[in-house]
């Protein structure tokens, strides 16, 4: 039986070091779990197989066609529920929430098909103060 600092001693001389394979498991964590009980105030993250192999639909100016499903909580499982009639061989689309093209991307690994069509898409502003006072 191997002890547990020889099994982390090998870890460490094999050619991939730990910390990636820590690095790719919470990147898989943080692009694909959703949190679930919000609505129970119990929060918890949870990967759910299948549900991030739907992709995100991204609402736009004149966008004709909205998401197609919605995922719900029951009991012991996760939903996936039609929102609208879904045409034979049409994409499954969800929206993961009110995000702008930059949180999509951080969050996600989503890059935008259309830079700035997101309608979620905000931008900052900063004036100073002088501008606004001066004559």
């Known amino acids: 039986i ?3 600092d020889d099994a982390f001693a090998e870890l460490l001389c094999e050619e991939e070091p730990v910390w990636k394979r ?3 498991a919470l990147c898989a964590v943080w692009t694909r779990a959703l949190v679930v ?3 129970t105030g119990e929060d918890t993250l949870a990967l759910v197989p299948l549900l991030d192999m739907i992709n995100h639909w991204s609402p736009s100016e004149g966008s004709e066609l909205l998401w197609s499903c919605t ?3 029951s009991e012991h499982s996760v939903e996936i529920v039609a929102e609208r009639r879904i045409s034979v061989g049409e994409e499954l689309t969800l929206l993961y929430g009110r995000y702008s093209d930059l949180s999509l991307l951080c969050n996600y690994g989503i890059t ?11 931008a900052s502003l900063v004036i100073d103060p002088e501008v606004i006072c001066s004559p």
């Open 112 to 122: 935008p098909e259309v830079p700035t069509a997101n309608l979620f898409n905000e």
């Open 2 to 4: 191997r002890s547990r």
């Open 71 to 73: 995922w719900r909580l």
């Open 22 to 24: 820590r690095c790719w």
């Open 37 to 39: 009980g919000a609505e």
